[in-house]
């Protein structure tokens, strides 16, 4: 039985050098429901928005993703964050079948 708690792989380790980098990300798509598309020329309005209160050429324009030929929205964040970068907000610890060597923490 997996109870979800087996020890990572050695193979399956990333290198320390590249755990920084580590994201997690989702595609969102209702396959050409009318209201994700809704939802996409809300996100573009409020694109325009910032757009018209920074100098020009400040912002990378957004664009809505495509899964299927239906418009769909990406979303990721990075999974770590740098301690110099945390501020105020709290660390939580990774379990340890995450983290065995106690590295991330």
Known sequence: MDDGNDIIEEQDRIDDRQRQYIRQAIMLTAL???VLEA???AIQDIERRFAR???ENAMNPWVP???DDH???NMGNRYLTDGQYKGTQESI???SNVDS???LA
């Open 93 to 95: 610890p990774f379990k």
């Open 32 to 34: 050409g429901s009318p």
């Open 53 to 55: 209160t920074l100098p």
């Open 65 to 67: 993703a495509v899964f």
């Open 101 to 103: 060597d106690g590295i």
């Open 39 to 41: 939802i996409v020329s």
């Open 71 to 73: 418009p769909a929205i």
